[in-house]
Structure formats: structure tokens, C-alpha cells
Nanobody, 122 residues
């Protein structure tokens, strides 16, 4: 099992910055990737950014150049630095972890944090 605890959301004006944190605990040794997703009211949850255990990153087109995902392995924490925020970035942001377990075949398990609200005012 993996537990994820997010922090760092809040209210910010357009053009401002926020940094989200996600601390992982439990069976973290088998985590293959972590990331951030977001869900705005009335919309589906969408990928924001991911980072693999090897450090490879992936971003949604809508946040490229503005958001940066990083990880601190010593603290088992993933960060999302969000700059130049826009009102359309308003959403609940969820931390995600994918755990890979080899037991004959490979099984993957997905875990989610409780979510943190980010509100960007115009």
C-alpha cells in the first residue's frame, strides 16, 4: 500500500505562483511513477504532469512552460511548482502514484491522494 498526502493548495491571483507537495509513505520502493492530475467542476480528471522513478517527466500541453514537476527521493516527496497561473488552472489537484509489483506477471496498482484545492482569481 502507498499513502499520499498533498499540501500547498490555496487561493492566488492570476499570474501568481503556488507549489504543491505530495508526501508518499508505505511501499514506496516499488513506485514506478508519480504525478499530478486535476479536476475542475463539471469536467473530467485530467493529467497535469508525471515523473518516473528515473526522473523522466511528462506535461499536459496546457501547462508546459509554466509548471514544473520534481521529486526529492530523500523525502519521498513530489512537488508541482506552478507559475503564471491562470483562472482556468482552478481545480482540485490530486497526487497519483503507480506501483509496480512483479509476481510472475507484473501487476500495477494506482493510488490517489485526497486532493487539494487550487483557485486562481482573475
Amino acid at each position: 500500500q502507498v499513502q499520499l498526502v498533498e499540501s500547498g493548495g490555496g487561493l492566488v491571483q492570476a499570474g501568481g505562483s503556488l507549489r504543491l507537495s505530495c508526501a508518499a509513505s508505505g511501499s514506496i520502493f516499488s513506485i514506478k511513477s508519480m504525478g499530478w492530475y486535476r479536476q475542475a467542476p463539471g469536467k473530467q480528471r485530467e493529467l497535469v504532469a508525471t515523473i518516473t522513478a528515473g526522473g523522466s517527466t511528462n506535461y499536459a500541453d496546457s501547462v508546459k512552460g509554466r509548471f514544473t514537476i520534481s521529486r526529492d527521493n530523500a523525502k519521498n516527496t513530489v512537488y508541482l511548482q506552478m507559475n503564471s497561473l491562470k483562472p482556468e488552472d482552478t481545480a482540485v489537484y490530486y497526487c497519483n502514484a503507480v506501483r509496480s509489483v512483479v509476481n510472475g506477471p507484473t501487476f500495477e496498482y494506482e493510488y490517489w491522494g485526497q486532493g487539494t484545492q487550487v483557485t486562481v482569481s482573475s
